[in-house]
């Protein structure tokens, strides 16, 4: 699995594509920077970048590799390799490129700006932490996707729904259903609801460790009165990891039973 994880990510940092997504937050932090030399403000202004862009990207990155190395694929599934380990290094090659390129593009300006210095640190480096984590998320998602659908117009199509579907839509849905149903208790419902949705549990968790959790409106507040901030922390924290888990367990089932 080393090999072929090694083997992906040399592929990847070959692709001019990486370097326009390292090249891209690398812009995008020295602009915000230059413009507000306040680290908190800009530490919340690619809050909302990241929590948006980084799902996107690595579900389209991780759908393309996944095409694009279907030949490659089928000459490692003709040699005597453990089928999942094949795809499962081939996510973490993914994966773990596109961490690389997000913390590499936004380190460097803020270590620049002084991040080492201020106590902003920790906070950014929450921000890092979980927009790797949702590189993880969505690229497995996209993953089991492209392995579920073996036309290329399908899994494009499908992977960019269920982005669409959990950036936009369902936010939508949600907030219709607080708004139908406000007359009852929707504590627990709240809870759940944003624990199903990696990207509203992701901005969650970055706004209880900046306190400001007031910014989300009520389901903020449901989190951070649900056994106070570091508790509430803690069970988003769990959450996410869930979510991280989940899909390289789709890979590693399909890749068992799938007929190649």
Do not use: C
């Not at 709240?190 to 970055?206: E, F, G, K, W």
């Not at 959790?213 to 959450?239: H, I, R």
Request: glycine share 8%; charged share 10%; proline share 3%.
């Amino acid at each position: 699995m080393l090999k072929i994880l090694k083997y992906s990510f040399i592929d990847l940092a070959r692709s001019r594509w990486t370097y326009v997504y390292l090249l891209f937050y690398l812009a995008l932090g020295f602009v915000l920077l230059f413009l507000n030399n306040d680290l908190g403000k800009g530490i919340i202004t690619i809050m909302n970048v990241i929590i948006i862009l980084v799902p996107l990207i690595s579900t389209i990155f991780g759908v393309m590799y996944y095409y694009n190395s279907a030949e490659f694929t089928e000459l490692l599934l003709a040699m005597p390799i453990n089928r999942p380990l094949i795809f499962i290094g081939q996510y973490l090659g993914v994966a773990i490129s596109l961490s690389i390129s997000l913390v590499l593009g936004l380190g460097i300006p803020f270590l620049i700006y002084g991040l080492s210095q201020s106590a902003a640190i920790w906070d950014f480096s929450l921000l890092l932490l979980i927009g790797s984590a949702l590189s993880f998320i969505f690229t497995g998602l996209a993953f089991n996707l492209a392995m579920r659908n073996d036309h290329k117009i399908k899994g494009f199509s499908y992977a960019i729904l269920l982005w669409l579907f959990l950036a936009v839509i369902y936010d939508g849905i949600f907030l219709m259903l607080l708004i139908v149903m406000e007359d009852y208790p929707l504590d627990v419902f709240a809870l759940i609801a944003t624990a199903v949705n990696p990207i509203d549990l992701s901005r969650i968790l970055v706004l209880l460790k900046l306190d400001i959790s007031a910014l989300m409106g009520y389901t903020g507040a449901v989190f951070k009165s649900f056994a106070g901030t570091l508790p509430g922390m803690l069970v988003a924290s769990g959450m996410l990891f869930l979510w991280t888990a989940i899909p390289i367990l789709g890979i590693f089932r399909k890749s068992r039973r799938k007929d190649f």
